[in-house]
């Protein structure tokens, strides 16, 4: 892509990532929400404000990803359908933001914990196995069609989607306790839930050439899965992790 259309999607995107970040930056009025869409009934003020701090944490860095994936992208090359490839890096902003937050998250908290975890906890406690499976099912099968058309560069943008979002699940497993018990394991439950489902969405629309009818329908099939385990994973009402 030439260098004046790069800045162009740049200037753009980047655009839409700080209206987005004005429009949705996080208040006491999200966090409750969250915390209630999650399955903590009643909040109190000191878990509104850890949930604020979790949604902030990744929201932060939206306008940046949304300026910078689409410099990167273009500078390596290797992306079929530039008006796709677009699309894509919106999608993949969300689920890089998740990472950057995550890994963040790792540093210890400079407050009291108040409540500690009572036991070790894996990706199973958090996302169930249904989701794991159709997840993987569908990771397999993009990652598949893409290699069977040999279309390099989008297997390799699309496995390392998939990784950034295994990576996003196993810190929500591992990084350290914030607030109550019950807040916590729900948040770590959303973010686990929603990079499981993610991560085969976003590959799923990575942009690659089509070389036969087969693989056209291998391509939609698995996008229809990694959308319904997006869906089903993260909408309506959660459980607590906790009460499991």
């Known amino acids: 892509m030439p260098l004046d259309n790069l800045l162009g999607v740049a200037l753009v995107t980047g655009l839409i990532g700080i209206a987005i970040l004005v429009v949705l930056w996080p208040n006491e009025r999200h966090g409750e929400r969250l915390l209630r869409r999650w399955g903590v009934a009643d909040p109190s003020g000191a878990d509104v404000t850890t949930a604020v701090t979790y949604l902030r944490r990744r ?24 008006r796709r490839s677009t699309g894509w890096a919106v999608l993949a902003t969300l689920l890089l933001g998740a990472l950057i937050a995550e890994l963040l998250a790792l540093r210890p908290s400079r407050q009291p914990r108040r409540e500690a975890m009572l036991a070790a906890r894996g990706i199973g406690d958090l996302v169930p196995g249904w989701g794991i499976a159709l997840a993987a099912v569908a990771s397999a099968a993009i990652l598949g069609r893409l290699a069977v058309e040999a279309q390099w560069a989008a297997t390799a943008w ?4 998939v990784l950034a979002a295994l990576a996003v699940a196993a810190l929500a497993v591992r990084r350290p306790a914030s607030g109550r018990v019950e807040v916590d394991l729900a948040l770590r439950a959303r973010s686990a839930r929603v990079a499981v489902g993610l991560g085969p969405t976003v590959a799923a629309l990575v942009p690659g050439s089509i070389t036969a009818t087969w693989t056209w329908w291998v391509g ?8 319904v385990a997006l ?3 993260t909408g309506g009402r959660r459980a607590p992790a906790a009460a499991r």
């Not at 929201?59 to 530039?82: H, K, M, N, Q, S």
């Not at 939609?220 to 959308?227: E, K, N, P, Q, R």
Request: proline residues 5%; negative net charge.
């Open 158 to 161: 699309a496995g390392g989607i």
């Open 220 to 227: 939609l099939t698995a996008g229809v899965l990694a959308l």
């Open 59 to 82: 929201r932060f860095w939206y306008p940046w990803l949304f300026l910078g994936i689409p410099v990167i992208t273009g500078a390596l090359g290797g992306l079929d359908d530039e």
């Open 231 to 233: 869906l089903t994973l």
